[in-house]
């Protein structure tokens, strides 16, 4: 049995989280099948999205409950090379150069905020409850707080990450984690709608543009001075680039919107 199930449809990969009876919890096997999915995507031309979701009632509880058993019994070493795979697979789904669209639905808790955070839009379905819970268990989010801090506002999540409270979507869009939230049952509506919008524009360029903003953060600024004004030359030399500007100045269609 796979824990991740991925379907394809119109150049957009459906990632979902396939253990319904655990709540989708995470286990050693689910966040080998997830790094492995999206180190994949990064040699795929033909895809231009992702959707991430969860099958069953909620999203993501975090961690499954037996792999939490066994990590009591981990030595130092043991924990630390668990944490690295989880890490490792967190980086490999937030340096995915396509969008990622996340459909959050039910419950996302723990480990789940970082699947959250990787995400370049969210959409959040009315009473879904989100938490930051390794503080109540005596231990930090600590392999996901690099992925938070990059995405939500760091004065607004800070006591949420702090005091391990329960939260509602208005308040985890208020911190920056949720970029709409709507009601119960229409997500998958609401991600087509995004989906379109994203399709819309050219693949290289989203592609390159993900890719940019990942990059900035990390780069000096004569660094940043040289990256970006290199890219925009390269994408206006580019056959999509031509194809784009030609289209628009021509006032017809370009020609990646009817793949």
């Known amino acids: 049995m796979s824990f991740v199930v991925v379907t394809e449809m119109n150049h957009v990969a459906y990632v979902k989280l396939n253990r319904p009876e655990m709540r989708n919890a995470f286990n050693p096997e689910m966040i080998a099948e997830l790094t492995k999915v999206f180190q994949d995507f990064q040699t795929r031309k033909d895809l231009r999205a992702v959707v991430l979701q969860g099958e069953g009632k909620v999203f993501c509880a975090g961690a499954d409950l037996n ?3 066994e990590m009591v ?10 944490s ?6 967190f ?6 150069t396509l969008p990622v669209i996340g ?10 905020l970082g699947l959250v955070a990787i995400c370049d839009e969210v959409i959040a379905e009315e009473g879904t409850q989100f938490c930051f819970s390794e503080v109540k268990l005596g231990i930090a989010p600590a392999v996901i707080s690099s992925f938070v801090n990059r995405k939500a506002v760091p004065g607004k999540v800070r006591p949420l990450m702090l005091s391990g409270i329960v939260f509602n979507p208005h308040i985890a869009q208020q911190a920056g984690l949720v970029n709409e939230v709507v009601p119960q049952g229409e997500g998958h509506t609401a991600v087509q709608k995004v989906l379109h919008n994203y399709l819309q524009c050219g693949p290289e360029a989203v592609r390159e543009t993900k ?4 990059d900035l953060n990390f780069m000096t600024w004569g660094q940043q001075r040289d990256t970006t004004t290199t890219l925009i030359a390269e994408r206006r030399a580019s056959a999509e680039g031509q194809e784009g500007l030609k289209s628009f100045l021509e006032k017809r ?5 009817s793949q």
């Open 67 to 69: 792999w939490m058993k």
């Open 73 to 82: 019994n981990f030595s130092f070493t043991q924990n630390r090379d668990d």
């Open 84 to 89: 690295m795979k989880l890490f490792t697979m």
């Open 91 to 96: 980086e490999a789904m937030a340096s995915c």
């Open 103 to 112: 459909h959050i639905h039910g419950a996302a808790f723990g480990g789940a």
């Open 211 to 214: 890719k940019l903003l990942n």
């Open 253 to 257: 269609e370009p020609t990646w919107r």
